[in-house]
């Protein structure tokens, strides 16, 4: 098992939960989050007061998926969440020893 | 029989009459029946397992008794409750001696699936706990006996018992109270949830209890056995049991569905509850049924707060408080404030109208409780004040101050359960206990809007994340009542539309204010708002630091005032959906797509000019609307900024226009509005250098302070000023007879016949307030912001500065020493900060970075002056 961690533009996140849907993974986890990467933040002024926005708004979405499906949950994030500008996010993989269904006990991928 | 054949024989018994018990509900859906039944069954269990392991006398052994508490000393036992059960032992020794079987005969228990909270006390650790713990006392409230020494359970019933209670009752009181509150708080105060835990929540069966209990505490005897004297006592009573009747249905229900303590009505057991006709025997629509449960709610929550009412001092007998009101109330009110009750002053009298209104308002201004006499007038009287409701304007005038005051929720929701709210505005009914499904929503439709108008009244004390902004920009608003209509009627639609419910909530809004007779401004206003409630929040779903999304937001948006009204309504709209729904984050991102489309409605102002050839949508409405010719109205806004025609009425428009065609004969037209708020002075003339300057002087010297001004340019040289002021002197207010003289004093003004500078001179020494009028300790330091870049024609000069009288001539005279042209002028106060923002040219070009300079340090001059 595999956990995706995508950083998304939070306009983008309808689009990703859809693209995931439609790969079949129904399942995930969505966090409100700030921060940049290349894209840096920027000031705007209002009424002589400053507004600095160093972090900027994202969209955390975790997904725990089956090794054989990886790829193809990986290409949905890809093509959903892609404008081709600087903060579109990134995409973070890695392992998962266990998953365990907290209602009857289920293990491994079919807790998922 | 020997324990070998009697135990199997008990178990035996209760899987079949346990079995019995659930049949019959499930056949006939009687919850009260179905409590009982199930209690009697676990008495019976009780008693044969006592018979087994304790002492085969069921009356026996002296000195031991088993008395069953809580819910199931009530006898209201549902199918997966807890059952509370005290082993009751005269002394330490003959607990000691029991303790083994008293075991055995709880894990039997146990081992039926009973899920047993045994407690075993001797008769002077009960009075002693009970000090210490308060939730055991209240326990013992609910008693009855269930097996061994029987004289002893009698001296412990009717002595000992009442005689602690009695003696704990204070303590016992503020803790029945303290958990009351506490709940109800965990609960968002409301009892409007979308799925409900029927139990715990306000208007559950715990708030049953607690009216039993305090009646209990404080009078020895449960409410529900006390003779009622009054016919209204006796119906409310009526009501009461029929609720916690059905509540006792629905929980029997919710336990057999789930096979355990499950008191949350989801939405999969409420379409199964609507389906069987939980209650009331027949199926019925969802819908339907769910507002059975909030009317059976209501009525439960209704006698809590009454009971906890008693909680407070005692009150001095009506009488005496009236005559207390008749001495100190000025003759003729209606209706008093005492001791945070309101009463009326003539509670035998029918009702009237304006006293009912008089009511709620007191209600909204001072979060006070209606006295019993005076809901007692309220019930009943519906018939009676729907024949005197005051038509139009009048009626508006009787539900703004409700709207207008702090707690204007609470007086709502009271108007909406006496009926009163949906007799005048019955565009509201279709959302009485509404539930819509989504993931988001916690509450009815009808309470989500309540809390909408809560939150922005809560906004002044807000500690919220960006709290402070958004009150900010609440108090900025000349027209909060048209924001909080908008709140009131902004998801009507979903009353009686399955698709997209905003159309038919314009709909049903301008209904609504056509009856109200508002202006075209008032109308426009809210009905625009509710048509665009929903799109800021749909903006935030996009990338808002992107400048695509901004623009297209500003597009529908249009204008600054509608923008801070929007911002506004999504902010309460977001944070009434559920306590944790406005996420710092989201809270954040909100504001700061205000800023954003502030900002870029101020800055691209003269980008988006209108050209009469490509009639846009809007200047249709106005051609449609207007009995001037449409080559009048196109001539006249032909080169004017998109701005003008978003926020004029198409009648101001088609007026303006008309007035700009008298040009030709007069130096200048001025319409005047006067109001005891602001007042409005719109002049229409041929530009000309220091005209701005000019008439903001003038309006000086008259002793006017400018609020908001705003100034516009046609293609055609025209301009059309316009400003608000406040007359702090009442010179045209209190004086029409001034009002020709002042007109004719601008007209002199703008034809140079009267030289403004002149009139400054003359100008008492003593106007020194500021454009709000407000002076304060901290000033707004001096700030002045170039923009070369937003405007592809014009500089922009932002000029922050503390607010001072005649500072706008200043400002303008400057500019206007230095050639520079006004196209554009918007002229705002913050506080003592006077904030506007002027679009500049110069021979008809951006002023280069010399005038700047030489601007600015001119500026800075005049302004930072001693």
């Excluded at chain 1, 961690?5 to 306009?11: F, K, R, T, V, Y």
């Excluded at chain 2, 401004?521 to 048509?531: A, F, G, K, N």
């Excluded at chain 2, 000069?797 to 005279?813: E, W, Y």
Aim: proline share 4%; hydrophobic share 40%.
């Amino acid at each position: 098992m595999q956990k995706i961690e995508a950083i998304i533009q939070p306009g983008k996140l309808e689009a990703v939960k859809t693209a995931l849907i439609e790969a079949g993974i129904d399942g995930m986890t969505i966090l409100e989050a700030r921060g940049h990467g290349r894209q840096k933040g920027h000031t705007e002024f209002y009424r002589g007061r400053e507004y600095s926005v160093d972090l900027l708004p994202k969209i955390k979405l975790e997904v725990v998926v089956d090794d054989e499906v990886l790829d193809k949950a990986v290409e949905a994030i890809l093509t959903a969440a892609r404008s081709g500008k600087i903060g579109d996010g990134k995409i973070f993989i890695s392992r998962i020893d266990e998953a365990i269904r907290i209602r009857n006990d289920e293990r491994g991928p079919r807790a998922l | 029989m020997p324990p070998s054949k009697a135990l199997p024989q008990a178990r035996q018994t209760f899987r079949t009459r346990s079995d019995a018990v659930r049949n019959a509900f499930l056949s006939t859906g009687a919850g009260r029946a179905c409590v009982a039944a199930r209690s009697d069954l676990i008495d019976a269990t009780a008693v044969s397992l006592w018979q087994i392991f304790v002492e085969r006398d069921e009356y026996g052994p002296a000195g031991l008794t088993l008395l069953a508490t809580g819910g199931f000393g009530r006898r209201e036992l549902a199918p997966f409750s807890d059952l509370d059960m005290l082993f009751l032992a005269a002394s330490p020794e003959r607990e000691q001696k029991y303790r083994e079987l008293i075991r055995q005969l709880t894990q039997e228990m146990w081992d039926l699936g009973l899920r047993v909270s045994a407690t075993t006390r001797t008769i002077s650790e009960c009075a002693d706990t009970s000090v210490d713990n308060p939730e055991f006392a209240i326990s013992l409230i609910d008693r009855h006996y269930v097996a061994g020494d029987f004289e002893m359970f009698e001296k412990f019933d009717k002595q000992l018992v009442p005689s602690f209670l009695k003696k704990l009752c204070d303590p016992l009181i503020q803790n029945v109270a303290s958990l009351y509150r506490t709940r109800h708080d965990r609960y968002g105060n409301t009892l409007f949830h979308l799925e409900p835990n029927i139990k715990e929540c306000p208007g559950g069966l715990r708030d049953s209890h607690v009216s039993e209990w305090i009646a209990t505490l404080l009078d020895g005897t449960p409410d529900k056995e006390k003779p009622s004297s009054e016919q209204q006592a006796a119906s409310n009573r009526e009501e009461w049991q029929v609720g916690v009747d059905f509540l006792l249905g629905v929980r029997c229900f919710l336990h057999y569905r789930s096979e355990r303590d499950d008191n949350v009505l989801y939405w999969q057991a409420q379409d199964d509850a609507a389906k069987r006709g939980v209650g009331y025997g027949a199926e019925m629509p969802v819908e339907r049924w769910m507002r059975h449960y909030y009317r059976h709610a209501r009525a439960i929550e209704w006698r809590a707060q009454r009971a906890m009412e008693r909680i407070q001092p005692p009150q001095p007998r009506l009488t005496y408080r009236l005559r207390q009101w008749r001495s100190n109330s000025p003759k003729g009110r209606p209706v008093a404030l005492h001791r945070g009750k309101l009463i009326l002053a003539d509670a035998s009298a029918e009702i009237s109208f304006d006293a009912a209104m008089t009511v709620f308002q007191r209600m909204a201004q001072t979060d006070a409780q209606l006295a019993r006499e005076t809901e007692e007038a309220l019930s009943g009287a519906l018939q009676h004040l729907a024949s005197q409701l005051p038509p139009g304007r009048a009626l508006w005038n009787q539900i703004r101050p409700v709207l207008q005051a702090p707690f204007a929720a609470q007086a709502l929701r009271s108007m909406h359960a006496f009926g009163i709210l949906d007799m005048l505005i019955p565009e509201f009914h279709g959302i009485d206990a509404l539930v819509i499904r989504d993931a988001y929503h916690r509450y009815t439709v009808d309470e989500h809007t309540f809390l909408t108008i809560d939150h922005l009244h809560r906004l002044e004390n807000s500690d919220a994340p960006w709290g402070k902004e958004f009150a900010n920009l609440y108090a900025e608003l000349d027209r909060p009542d048209l924001l909080l209509l908008s709140l009131l009627l902004h998801d009507t639609g979903k009353g009686r539309s399955d698709a997209a419910h905003t159309p038919r909530s314009v709909a049903m809004a301008a209904s609504v204010v056509d009856r109200f007779e508002f202006s075209q401004e008032e109308r426009d206003l809210v009905t625009q708002l509710i048509s665009i409630h929903l799109e800021m929040s749909a903006a935030l779903r996009r990338d808002i630091f992107d400048a695509e999304t901004v623009r297209a937001f500003a597009a529908i948006v249009g204008s600054p005032e509608m923008l801070r009204v929007l911002a506004l309504l999504t902010y309460a709209d977001i944070k009434a959906v559920h306590t944790d729904a406005l996420t710092p984050w989201k809270a954040e991102n909100l504001w700061r797509l205000y800023i954003a489309t502030s900002n870029f409605l101020d800055r691209n102002l003269d980008e988006v000019r209108v050209h009469a050839d490509t009639a846009s949508t809007r200047l249709k409405e106005i051609y449609a609307a207007s009995a001037v010719e449409n080559a009048t109205i196109d001539r006249f806004v032909e080169g004017l900024p998109e701005r003008y025609l978003r926020t004029r009425s198409a009648s101001q428009v088609s007026g303006h226009a008309r007035l700009a065609e008298e040009l030709s004969k007069h130096p200048a037209r001025t319409i005047l509005d006067i109001s005891d708020d602001i007042c409005q002075l719109t002049v229409l003339a041929h530009d000309r250098p220091f005209l701005f300057a000019d008439l903001a002087g003038a309006l000086s010297a008259w002793g006017m302070d400018i609020v908001t001004a705003e100034a516009f340019a046609n293609l055609q040289g025209v301009v059309i000023d316009t400003f608000r002021f406040t007359d702090r002197y009442g010179t045209l207010t209190l004086n029409p007879e001034e009002h020709p003289r002042f007109k004719q004093m601008v007209g002199d003004v703008v034809s140079r016949k009267t030289s403004a500078e002149a009139l400054m001179k003359g100008r008492p020494s003593n106007l020194k307030a500021t454009r709000s009028g407000v002076r304060r300790k901290v000033r707004a330091s001096l700030d002045l912001r170039f923009d070369d870049t937003s405007s592809s024609h014009s500089t922009l000069l932002q000029v922050i500065a503390p607010d001072s009288p005649g500072l706008l001539h200043l400002l303008t005279r400057t500019f206007a020493e230095h050639g520079c042209d006004i196209g554009v002028a918007l002229i705002d106060t913050e506080g003592d900060a006077a904030i506007d923002v002027f679009y500049l040219t110069h021979a008809g070009a951006k002023l280069e970075a010399e005038l700047q300079a030489t601007l600015a340090a001119d500026l800075r001059r005049l302004l930072e002056k001693p």
